[in-house]
């Protein structure tokens, strides 16, 4: 067996066989830094209310047809803060029963995991529909869980991503149907005026910013988004 594979045996020995993170070296807790890091991207989209929310609001841009307006990173960032508003309790519930004991030494890292996946858990759970549960239940073949927290990650995750698409797809549906009526309207009025030659995408964007500002649109997405997770 080569030098190389032999350190990276030793390197994930040692970290299973440590009961707390402080007890390992700090280039390989740095190292523990960086891996948890690059996999935090993934986490947000997969263990939250992101996916849901930047779909939605995707969807908006689409309806009004500014082409980049708001523009991506925009769009991201009021994604991500709405996120860390809705997970709120749950970020407080892990920081409480998991967090702050596994830096006071009070648990072990391996027990800190457990308590913080377990409250990501509950979340998923609860915004998750049953049939999508029972369908990744039904693929993965095995026995049904005789409670709802003893669904395991690897079924309740796709489930809860699942759930998430569909809410998102039924959320921009009805935030197209206006923005498609003036749309019809306005090709109407063309068409009737002999207009035919006239993008009525045209002429309809000013009308659909303007109904979008008169009804003050961020603030009744941003609502709906709340609620939706209520």
């Not at 803060?81 to 030494?105: N, R």
């Not at 979340?123 to 409670?147: C, G, H, N, W």
């Amino acid at each position: 067996m080569d030098p190389q594979t032999n350190a990276y045996l030793d390197l994930a020995a040692r970290v299973t066989q440590s009961e707390n993170l402080g007890e390992l070296a700090t280039p390989i807790q740095v190292a523990l830094f960086m891996g948890g890091f690059a996999f935090l991207t993934t986490a947000l989209v997969s263990l939250t209310a992101f996916t849901r929310i930047v779909i939605v609001f995707s969807f908006v841009r689409r309806a009004l047809t500014t082409q980049e307006i708001p523009p991506t990173p925009v769009v991201l960032g009021m994604s991500l803060f709405l996120t860390m508003f809705i997970m709120g309790p749950t970020i407080d519930a892990v920081a409480e029963k998991a967090i702050t004991p596994y830096v006071d030494g009070e648990v072990t890292g391996v027990e800190a995991i457990a308590l913080a996946t377990s409250e990501l858990k509950s979340f998923m759970l609860y915004q998750t529909r049953k049939d999508d549960i029972a369908l990744f239940v039904e693929l993965s073949r095995e026995e049904p869980p005789y409670a709802p927290e003893d669904t395991k990650l690897r079924v309740l995750v796709p489930a809860f991503m699942m759930s998430e698409l569909k809410t998102a797809f039924i959320m921009g549906f009805c935030i197209y149907i206006p923005f498609m009526l003036i749309d019809l309207v306005v090709s109407t009025i063309l068409m009737s005026l002999g207009m035919m030659m006239m993008p009525p995408m045209m002429l309809s964007l000013p009308f659909k910013v303007l109904l979008f500002v008169l009804v003050d649109g961020w603030r009744l997405v941003a609502q709906a988004l709340s609620s939706s997770f209520g």
